[in-house]
């Protein structure tokens, strides 16, 4: 059985959030109620109905998640970018993140990762023997990254390239431009394209005209990408989070299959 070590960050953190005065280490917006959660719904009595403990069918559900939830999770993707079908829920974003890790690397690949990013997504395939190199955000240049070490990065068995946006720690995101040049290199190459949107959509931005897409917004089969209702949507304790992608055989994937 692969032996996932503690993620660092996330112990430390855990030993110190309660003694502190100034918590400046969380990466979760302060959660909110189920009666705020009601006040802010476009049709509160539906909200109520649907949180109404009375209600809830506790039988089990479909593998990947009631139709409505992944309904629901489809439409934050705008312009029908994602259907039901689409959607692998599950318990929060960092399960997402493991079981799409764990189920497409085995120890033959390598990939490249953004970085500085979460643990996890660097640790991860390292733990499960592949390589894996550090596309490193430049701190002295708006934490940009440079195409041209990707390409030169791209070996014989390169399998996935890992990306973080909007990027924890640093807050940077990736414009639409960078998004689509990626998405060039990791089509030349067929390459799995896997972003940690979970962040989304959290922008510093003036121009809300320049918000960029999520990844599953571009025309790429090969794409996953993550989402968490932990994050931006304030909602960490109902531990609801999901994969995302166009192609059914990457949601369908087992550990080292062969999809590319």
């Not at 033959?108 to 490193?136: F, N, S």
């Not at 990027?167 to 998405?183: C, E, F, W």
């Not at 030349?188 to 809300?208: A, G, N």
Request: with cysteine.
């Amino acid at each position: 059985m692969l032996q996932i070590p503690p993620i660092e960050v996330t112990v430390w953190i855990e030993k110190l959030e309660d003694r502190c005065k100034y918590d400046a280490a969380s990466t979760c917006s302060s959660n909110i109620s189920l009666q705020d959660l009601i006040e802010i719904s476009l049709d509160r009595q539906a909200t109520t109905d649907a949180l109404s403990l009375n209600l809830i069918n506790l039988t089990n559900g479909p593998a990947r998640g009631s139709g409505s939830l992944r309904t629901n999770i489809a439409a934050l993707y705008p312009n029908h970018t994602a259907l039901k079908e689409n959607i692998l829920t599950t318990n929060g974003g960092i399960v997402g993140n493991q079981v799409v890790l764990q189920a497409l690397l085995s120890p033959k690949d390598h990939v490249i990762c953004m970085y500085p990013t979460y643990e996890q997504l660097y640790q991860t395939p390292t733990i499960i023997g592949a390589e894996v190199t550090l596309w490193r955000l430049d701190g002295a240049n708006e934490w940009a990254l440079d195409l041209d070490f990707l390409r030169s990065s791209i070996k014989a068995n390169t399998k996935m390239i890992i990306l973080n946006s909007p990027n924890n720690p640093t807050g940077a995101y990736l414009s639409r431009d960078m998004q689509k040049s990626i998405v060039e290199v990791a089509k030349e190459h067929d390459l799995i394209l896997f972003c940690d949107e979970v962040f989304r959509p959290l922008f510093r931005l003036d121009d809300q005209n320049q918000v960029p897409g999520s990844f599953l917004e571009l025309d790429y089969e090969n794409a996953l990408v993550v989402g968490s209702l932990s994050k931006a949507y304030s909602l960490a304790s109902v531990r609801v989070g999901w994969i995302a992608s166009k192609s059914s055989k990457l949601l369908e994937s087992r550990r080292g299959g062969s999809q590319r």
